[in-house]
Nanobody
Framework: QVQLVESGGGLVQAGGSLRLSCAAS????????MAWYRQVPGKQRELVAA???????NYVDSVKGRFTISRDNAKNTVYLRMDSLKPEDTAVYYC??????????????WGQGTQVTVSS
């Protein structure tokens, strides 16, 4: 059983910053890729940023230069630092982790989501 606990969302003015965290706990061999997605009502969930186990990252164009994804493998935690926030960043943010289990099977797990609201 794996549990993902997200924190750090909230209300911020445009131009402000937030830092999201997502900690994984439970029984597994290791975590491979970790990512943050976001979703607004009526739209598909969108990949915001991803990071592999070695620290390689990729970002959606709309957040490049403003958001930074990072991870702490010892703590099984992924972070998303969001700077220069814009109203269009308003969404529910979800973390996603790709797990490798002790029998070498792979699964993908989602966090519960955290609301980020940016006021203009």
């Amino acid at each position: 059983q794996v549990q993902l606990v997200e924190s750090g969302g909230g209300l911020v003015q445009a131009g402000g910053s937030l830092r999201l965290s997502c900690a994984a706990s439970g029984t597994f061999f290791r975590i491979d890729a970790m990512a943050w997605y976001r979703q607004v009502p009526g739209k598909q969930r969108e990949l915001v940023a991803a990071i592999n186990r070695n620290g390689g990252t990729n970002y959606v164009d709309s957040v490049k230069g403003r958001f930074t994804i990072s991870r702490d493998n010892a703590k099984n935690t992924v972070y998303l630092r969001m700077d220069s926030l814009k109203p269009e960043d308003t969404a529910v943010y979800y973390c996603n982790v790709n797990l490798v289990h002790w029998d070498l099977t792979r699964t993908s797990s989602w966090g519960q989501g955290t609301q980020v609201t940016v006021s203009s």
